[in-house]
Every structure is written in structure tokens, then in C-alpha cells.
Nanobody
Framework: QVQLVESGGGLVQPGGSLRLSCRAS????????MDWYRQAPGKQRELVAT???????NYADFVKGRFTISRDNAKNTVYLQMNSLKPEDTAVYYC????????????WGQGTQVTVSS
């Protein structure tokens, strides 16, 4: 079956860095667009960054210049490097894989908690 397994979350001080990883299994990883979403308590889930199969990327305005999404198709893994973290970045971060052919495919990871606090 399809699994997306995130890792790398934790507690970090403001201004610090974390690197999230999401390893996929059960899908043809290189064919999928990969995204990171986040959801803070009491808020809706929001898109953070996207990387498509060609390697092109897109970022939400609130993380531009601070976060970098990348992928390693040989390892079936997508990464989110988060620098200059702020308390408002505190959220559960989710990995998402999506692909649309004649059928739409959507898969989600279980989430990893990121807490930015002094």
C-alpha cells in the first residue's frame, strides 16, 4: 500500500533550522508532484511548498526565502529545509503526493510536529 512517512520535526528556537523528510513507498514517486502542507491549532491546513516531477518549485509567500523544498527521486524522498524559523511556523507539517491522469491520486502522510519556541 501507499505510505508517506515524515520525519525531522521537533522543538527549535526562533531563528533556528529544521529539515523535514518524507519517504514515499508504493507509488511511482518520480511521476508525482510533492507538497508540504501545515496546520496550526485552530487553523485550516495550508500549502507551504510544491515540487513537481521536473523539479520546478513553488512557495507560499510566508515562507519564500526561508524554506527550500527538494526531492531525491532515487530515494523516493522529498525534503523541506526550514531556516529562520518563527513562532508562527509552529504547526503539524504534512507531506502530500498528487497526480492526475484520468484518475486523481492523493496521498497524505501522518504529519510531524514542528514547534518554534524559546
Amino acid at each position: 500500500q501507499v505510505q508517506l512517512v515524515e520525519s525531522g520535526g521537533g522543538l527549535v528556537q526562533p531563528g533556528g533550522s529544521l529539515r523535514l523528510s518524507c519517504r514515499a513507498s508504493g507509488i511511482s514517486f518520480s511521476l508525482y508532484a510533492m507538497d508540504w502542507y501545515r496546520q496550526a491549532p485552530g487553523k485550516q491546513r495550508e500549502l507551504v511548498a510544491t515540487i513537481i516531477h521536473s523539479g520546478s518549485t513553488n512557495y507560499a509567500d510566508f515562507v519564500k526565502g526561508r524554506f527550500t523544498i527538494s526531492r531525491d527521486n532515487a530515494k523516493n524522498t522529498v525534503y523541506l529545509q526550514m531556516n529562520s524559523l518563527k513562532p508562527e511556523d509552529t504547526a503539524v507539517y504534512y507531506c502530500h503526493a498528487g497526480r492526475t491522469t484520468v484518475v486523481k491520486y492523493d496521498y497524505w502522510g501522518q504529519g510531524t510536529q514542528v514547534t518554534v519556541s524559546s
